[in-house]
């Protein structure tokens, strides 16, 4: 492990437990030039966080904009405010009554309908791919439910004039579900909270010249209790790698279990639970390998590359699988490395023997993240899109160059 970065599990609150009071304050703020409210289903630490909390965080650094969130029970509460907001974006909410309303409401007042997006899943004719890649049980169930929320999000994403998303092969899905309708990029990025984790441990890091202490760690962090298929992609090479170099050790946290073949090893295997997004940080931390194993096709290549990103900034390098985004982001032995299905193990060795090049590569790594995926860096492109594009619609002005063709 990284010496020195042995750090306390950190007391966690959810950041964006703000009343309804308070939120409807904070976009009425008077002085505001610019208002722009953002509709979630009901708040989490996954797709809200990234899409919702991290944006408005982002947009509330302007002082002259306000910017506030509702949850999708709360639209009555909403409704009477649309007149006075630029643009109201929608992320990844399933159509209902309630959806109809409040956008047919804001078409009428001339205010800008976004939905955002950050998977695959608003299109049917991914159901199939969705539900293989995730190993989900072949059930009428599975499949009821799955047409049913791929349906109902693709009918709210119809309904709205333009969309923004997470990178640009995914913003292609979308112009192939919706031909004609503006797509925006706006990448995930990270948030004030992990920031400041990342800065501590970071400096640690950096004081003791990213000295290591067996055991070296490589881990896997998990999200869901949907992603068996991409760590069986990494297995057998861990059974060889751990069998052959003691000083390793595998940590596995969230809803991962070890499989048959590394059960010899459980004593250099370290399994935490799902953790809340503060303390993720924390174990990303004192890892030195992040491995992102992930199948290779349309809808892996729609992922984000956030298990970088959050590495990166807090000086853990990263082994991925060369989907869209992360070939995007990762230089392969610049600031990380790509392993294609075939070559993890290879992958993995490549950077073990040639550890006297971590630090250089984490710190590569580390001026990326902190250049790219602040709060900071993202702001001017999170206004750029949301408030030009606002003020075209109603001016009538051209589509803003933000826009994707």
């Not at 304050?25 to 919702?52: I, S």
């Not at 990025?189 to 800065?199: K, R």
């Not at 869209?324 to 950077?351: C, H, K, M, S």
């Not at 902190?370 to 003020?391: D, I």
Request: proline letters at 6%.
């Amino acid at each position: 492990m990284f010496r020195g970065t042995r750090l306390a599990p950190i007391r966690y609150a959810e950041p964006w437990d703000e009343t309804l009071e308070a939120r409807l304050a904070a976009l009425t703020r008077p002085g505001a030039k610019r208002r722009v409210a953002y509709l979630y289903e009901q708040p989490d630490a996954t797709t809200f966080r990234y899409r919702v909390y991290n944006m408005i965080a982002a947009l509330r650094g302007d002082p002259d904009i306000a910017a506030a969130w509702f949850a999708d029970y709360e639209i009555d509460r909403l409704l009477p405010l649309l007149d006075r907001c630029d643009a109201i974006v929608v992320c990844r909410v399933r159509y209902n009554e309630r959806i109809g309303r409040l956008l047919t409401r804001a078409h009428a007042l001339g205010v800008a309908t976004v939905f955002d997006v950050d998977d695959l899943v608003f299109d049917t004719d991914y159901v199939h791919l969705l539900v293989d890649t995730l190993a989900l049980p072949i059930t009428p169930e599975t499949w009821d439910g799955w047409f049913a929320i791929v349906g109902r999000t693709g009918a709210t994403l119809r309904l709205c004039d333009r969309v923004i998303t997470t990178n640009r092969f995914l913003a292609e899905k979308i112009t192939e579900f919706t031909p004609g309708k503006p797509v925006a990029v706006i990448p995930n990025f990270l948030n004030a909270e992990q920031l400041a984790i990342c800065e501590r441990m970071l400096g640690q890091k950096q004081r003791y010249g990213y000295a290591v202490d067996p055991p070296i760690y490589l881990g896997y962090f998990s999200g869901t209790p949907t992603h068996a298929h991409d760590f069986a992609i990494l297995v057998d090479a861990l059974v060889r790698l751990l069998a052959a170099d003691q000083r390793l050790a595998l940590r596995l946290v969230g809803h991962v279990a070890p499989p048959p073949k590394l059960a010899r090893f459980a004593e250099r295997i370290e399994r935490y639970p799902l953790q809340d997004f503060p303390n993720l940080q924390r174990l990303i931390g004192q890892t030195e390998l992040n491995l992102v194993p992930l199948q290779q096709n349309a809808f892996t290549n729609c992922k984000s590359e956030l298990k970088y990103f959050e590495a990166a900034a807090i000086g853990t390098a990263t082994i991925a699988s060369p989907t869209f985004a992360f070939r995007q982001a990762i230089e392969d032995g610049v600031n990380g490395w790509l392993a294609t299905a075939p070559y993890w193990e290879e992958r993995i060795g490549v950077a073990l023997a040639d550890w006297g090049r971590y630090r250089e590569i984490a710190e590569a790594a580390v001026r990326h993240a902190w250049a790219t995926y602040t709060p900071e860096a993202m702001a001017p492109l999170v206004k750029s899109v949301l408030l030009r594009n606002a003020t075209a619609e109603k001016t009538a002005e051209a589509r803003p160059s933000a826009f994707l063709p």
